[in-house]
């Protein structure tokens, strides 16, 4: 019997998680500086914390709770959606972050066998969610090669040829791994196509409020529109795991074969982690905003250094906390090559292009570092990515 033959072959053939990769990598770089992982350097609201932390010996903290969330932050995130994004016949389901969010969605939605849509550069969790629930026809669309767009007209012609009619569409905005903001317009085309041919769109907006350059943020909604949202970047809660399903509340039994799966997988969400997401809810977007100004500054900082890569080697980062860089390349090495001897030559860990379906390239993550650190880590990318350039892998 060989070493897997015991184990599932969905769990197998499913890629490793790149963080996963990415922290063992790390662990031989001494003193490496990361601008890999997707994170922010801020904390959840003191005031929410202050709250949340007399609430510890409250009984029903550590009981169950209702499996699609407690019911005072579900009418918060039903206003919040009406309010800010423009969602007025969608539902609210409360999970463990976006990324159970959307295996939710992918095991309520999806039979194993059916063929799904994604672009590259894609978000590696929700292509490791299509693999591990027995989705083997990933069927990956390219970007616009200017501005990393999903390719709309190639996306057309997918849906009105292939047979059976992919059954989910699935996009970022802004995106991860490309920070690229797929605009109104264009959103809005995505959905047409996707309810003409009959297909789920389900859209993460993880980075609803990480926008620069006075662009806004918005949202689409229909009977075949699914949006996700999270609480972990932008109030600083990634470790307290909440994010939320937004369903449509008129598909007759979407609610409760979504209900069947939260109650497989969760239960429900943290209590306590419920309570500080309310908490920090109420101090409304603002709180947020004032933060995702100052990773203005920290763009700046890594486009500013990366500006010797010449011309259109960097794209994206219109939004979220990501840059997509080109690989100066002639020297015959791999994205994973560049990004172990990055780690360990010039300590900068960054995330290789190959998990996300585009390699040659590399995701910067400026969002988890104060400006001051986010300086000295862009001068260690600049140095590296220059000798790369000039030299190719240089070994000691």
Same mark, same amino acid.
């Given at each position: 019997m060989g070493s897997y033959g015991n184990l599932a072959r969905r769990a197998v053939d499913t890629e490793m998680p790149i963080m996963v990769k990415m922290q063992k990598l790390l662990q031989g770089a001494k003193n490496a500086v990361s601008l890999a992982q997707g994170v922010v350097y801020w904390q959840p609201p003191k005031q929410a914390l202050d709250r949340v932390k007399e609430?510890? =010996?409250e009984p #029903?903290? #550590?009981?169950y709770g209702s499996d699609e969330g407690i019911p005072e932050l579900r009418a918060a995130l039903v206003k919040k959606l009406r309010n800010e994004n423009n969602l007025h016949k969608s539902s609210v389901m409360v999970t463990a972050g976006a990324n159970q969010a959307f295996v939710n969605l992918v095991l309520t939605l999806c039979d194993a066998g059916d063929s799904v849509v994604m672009f590259a550069p894609y978000y590696f969790n929700s292509y490791m969610s299509f693999q591990m629930t027995g989705i083997t026809d990933i069927i990956v669309g390219p970007g616009n090669p200017e501005t990393l767009y999903p390719d709309?007209?190639? !996306?057309e012609k997918v849906l009105s040829e292939t047979k059976p009619v992919p059954k989910l569409v699935s996009i970022v905005n802004p995106g991860n791994p490309s920070g690229t903001y797929i605009p109104e317009s264009l959103l809005k085309r995505i959905a047409n196509l996707c309810e003409k041919a009959g297909s789920w769109l389900v859209v993460d907006n993880t980075?609803?409020?990480f926008m620069f350059d006075d662009l806004k943020h918005s949202c689409v909604e229909g009977n075949h529109v699914v949006n996700i949202f999270s609480f972990s970047k932008a109030y600083g809660m990634m470790g307290w795991r909440i994010g939320y399903i937004a =369903?449509? #509340? +008129?598909? +007759? $039994?979407?609610? #409760?074969? !979504?209900l069947k799966v939260q109650d497989n997988i969760p239960i429900c969400a943290s209590i306590i982690s419920q309570h500080l997401a309310l908490y920090s809810l109420e101090l409304g977007p603002e709180w947020v905003t004032e933060r995702v100004k100052t990773l203005a500054m920290n763009r700046h900082i890594v486009l500013e250094a990366l500006s010797s890569l010449g011309e259109g080697s960097i794209k $994206? $980062? +219109?939004g979220a906390i990501y840059l997509w860089v080109k690989i100066p390349t002639g020297h015959g090495c791999d994205d994973f090559e560049v990004v172990h001897w990055l780690a360990n030559r010039h300590g900068i860990a960054v995330i290789p292009g190959s998990a996300c379906g585009a390699p040659g390239n590399l995701r910067i993550s400026f969002g988890g570092l104060t400006e001051n650190d986010c300086r000295a880590a862009a001068e260690r990318l600049k140095k590296g990515l220059d000798e790369l350039a000039a030299h190719g892998l240089v070994k000691d």
């Open positions: 609430l510890v =010996y #029903s903290i #550590s009981r709309v007209d190639w !996306l980075y609803e409020y =369903y449509p #509340s +008129e598909v +007759e $039994g979407l609610a #409760s074969q !979504l $994206g $980062g +219109e």
